[in-house]
C-alpha cells in the first residue's frame, strides 16, 4: 500500500535549535516526494520536492530509498518557520499523478 | 504566477440544500484539477481527480453523487455537494496542475462549508 507517514504531530523546539521533521514512505517503484508548508491562515504551498535536489528557506531534504525516508532538516530555526509541514509522494503517472498526504506535523518555534 | 482562487472562501448551508464551490486557476490553464476534503487537524484526503472535459475520477468511498464535479474549462472546475448534511461539514480544498509545471499541484485558499 502507498502510505506516507508523518510519526509526530508536533514538534516544539526553540529559536536556533536544529530541526527534523521526519517522513517515511511506503511506495512501491520509484518514489517522487514533496515537502509542502501551510502557514498560518495561508494556503499550502510546496516547500520542496526531492528531484529538484535544491535548499528552500534554509530547510533541505534527502531521499533515502534505503530507509524509505524524506526527512526534511534545517541546521537553525526560526520563529517564522513556525507553521504545519505536510509530506506527499506523488501516485500514478502523468499529470493525474495524486498526491497522498501524510498527516502533517506543527513545527512550533518558540523565541 | 500559477495562482488558485476558490469562491466562497466560507459558505455556511441549511440540510437538505446543495451548495457549489467553484475552483479557478487565475493565470494558467490546468489540464487536471484536484479536490480535497480536510478536518479539523487532519491531513488532505483526496477527494477526486478531474481533467478538463472528462468525467472526474472519485477515490474509493466518495460518494460521486453527493460530491458532483465538473471540470468545464482548462480554467474552472465546480464541487457541487447535494443534499448536504451536518456531517459535510468541512474544509474543502482544490489544486491545480499543468503540462508545463510536471506534477506540481498549485492550491487554493480552501472552502469552509457548515452545515446546519
Known amino acids: 500500500a502507498q502510505r506516507v507517514t508523518q510519526p509526530e504531530k508536533l514538534l516544539s523546539v526553540f529559536k536556533g535549535a536544529p530541526v527534523e521533521l521526519k517522513c517515511n514512505y511506503s511506495?512501491?517503484?520509484?518514489?517522487?516526494l514533496f515537502w509542502y508548508v501551510q502557514y498560518s491562515r495561508q494556503r499550502l504551498q510546496l516547500l520542496l520536492r526531492?528531484?529538484s535536489r535544491e535548499s528552500i528557506k534554509g530547510f533541505t531534504a534527502d531521499l533515502n530509498k534505503g530507509e524509505t525516508s524524506f526527512h526534511l532538516k534545517k541546521p537553525f530555526a526560526q520563529e517564522e518557520d513556525s507553521a504545519m509541514y505536510y509530506c506527499?509522494?506523488?501516485?500514478?503517472?502523468?499529470?493525474?499523478?495524486?498526491?497522498?498526504f501524510g498527516q502533517g506535523t506543527t513545527l512550533q518555534v518558540k523565541p | 504566477g500559477a495562482v488558485v482562487s476558490q469562491h466562497p472562501s466560507r459558505v455556511i448551508c441549511k440540510s437538505g440544500t446543495s451548495v457549489k464551490i467553484e475552483c479557478r486557476s487565475l493565470?494558467?490553464?490546468?489540464?487536471?484539477m484536484f479536490w480535497y476534503r480536510q478536518f479539523p487537524k487532519q491531513s488532505l484526503m483526496l477527494m477526486a481527480t478531474s481533467n478538463e472535459g472528462s468525467k472526474a475520477t472519485y477515490e474509493q468511498g466518495v460518494e460521486k453523487d453527493k460530491f458532483l464535479i465538473n471540470h468545464a474549462s482548462l480554467t474552472l472546475s465546480t464541487l457541487t455537494v447535494t443534499s448536504a448534511h451536518p456531517e459535510d461539514s468541512s474544509f474543502y480544498i482544490c489544486?491545480?496542475?499543468?503540462?508545463?509545471?510536471?506534477?506540481?499541484?498549485?492550491f487554493g485558499p480552501g472552502t469552509r462549508l457548515t452545515v446546519t
Open positions: 493565470d494558467f490553464q490546468a489540464t487536471t
Open positions: 506527499a509522494l506523488i501516485s500514478g503517472s502523468g499529470n493525474t499523478g495524486k498526491l497522498i
Open positions: 511506495y512501491s517503484g520509484s518514489p517522487e
Open positions: 526531492h528531484i
Open positions: 489544486s491545480a496542475s499543468t503540462a508545463l509545471a510536471g506534477r506540481e499541484q498549485y
